[in-house]
């Protein structure tokens, strides 16, 4: 762990000599944590009117995670600073997210409890891959859709929209198995391959 630390501050001290913290594509997702604690606020208030501004910047938030991966690309700003908070902003805003609409709207606790345990599960896999491949490793593309379709959960229960939010619950589930086991597959295959560095 302690080797994982020093390697994780070793690439973003790398990344700050290089220039490439404060990026176009670092501040979308460093926007994407702040806006959580408005999105809390308004859905906490549980108001019609709360629940507009709580949607709105929700949407502002998924555009966010949208735009950081476009411009990071578009403009080669792709860093290891990128790698850490983009994946950290989406969990933050999840795990937020999903706690207030789980005790304001009814959203069901096993759901909660699955997007927790999906996201510490990765916490947990991803420093003994980064030991290994001495790399932090980026979120795949079913990890992305995964993510884009709880957005869409989100939105839906925001709005009370009964019985569409509980379908795309279960359509989030398919593709939460679906990037949890290409995690898992990624992860034993590296394994395999990779000596350790110790």
Request: aromatic share 14%; net charge positive; hydrophobic share 55%.
């Amino acid at each position: 762990m302690v080797c994982c630390v020093w390697l994780i501050g070793h690439k973003l001290e790398r990344d700050v000599l290089k220039g490439q913290v404060f990026t176009i594509a670092n501040f979308f997702s460093f926007l994407r944590i702040l806006v959580v604690w408005p999105i809390v606020v308004q859905l906490q208030r549980n108001t019609p009117q709360s629940s507009l501004y709580a949607l709105y910047l929700m949407l502002f938030g998924i555009a966010t995670d949208f735009l950081d991966g476009f411009f990071a690309r578009k403009f080669h700003q792709r860093s290891d600073v990128g790698r850490v908070i983009d994946p950290l902003a989406d969990k933050i805003a999840v795990a937020a997210v999903a706690y207030v609409l789980m005790q304001t709207r009814g959203m069901p606790v096993w759901f909660f409890a699955l997007l927790i345990g999906r996201d510490l599960a990765i916490l947990c896999l991803a420093p003994i891959m980064m030991k290994r491949i001495r790399a932090i490793p980026e979120s795949n593309w079913y990890g992305k859709i995964a993510v884009t379709v709880i957005a869409l959960v989100f939105v839906l229960y925001t709005l009370n929209a009964s019985p569409w939010n509980l379908w795309a619950l279960y359509l989030s589930l398919i593709f939460i198995v679906l990037s949890s086991w290409s995690y898992l597959v990624r992860f034993i295959r590296l394994i395999k391959e990779t000596p350790s560095a110790e």
